[in-house]
């Protein structure tokens, strides 16, 4: 499943990407699947839960892929 996310700020940061996109129910969810080592950011293992996602990365949490693209 492929989920295109608007971004309408600079970043958004990466448990809250998560949480937001339905991936994960809370952002403690997020947190704790971030740190289990299953999401990547543009194809490298993230374990930083606060990561900052910007405008044309992709992140991959299982079979969902979440790209992310500023709004105009």
Do not use: W, Y
Request: net charge negative; hydrophobic share 45%.
């Amino acid at each position: 499943m492929t989920i295109e996310f608007p971004l309408e700020r600079d970043h958004v940061e990466l448990h809250h990407l998560l949480k937001l996109t339905g991936v994960c129910n809370s952002g403690g969810a997020g947190k704790a699947m971030v740190a289990s080592g299953a999401v990547t950011v543009d194809g490298v293992v993230e374990l930083r839960k606060t990561c900052k996602i910007h405008d044309g990365q992709v992140v991959q949490a299982g079979d969902v892929v979440i790209r992310v693209a500023a709004v105009p």
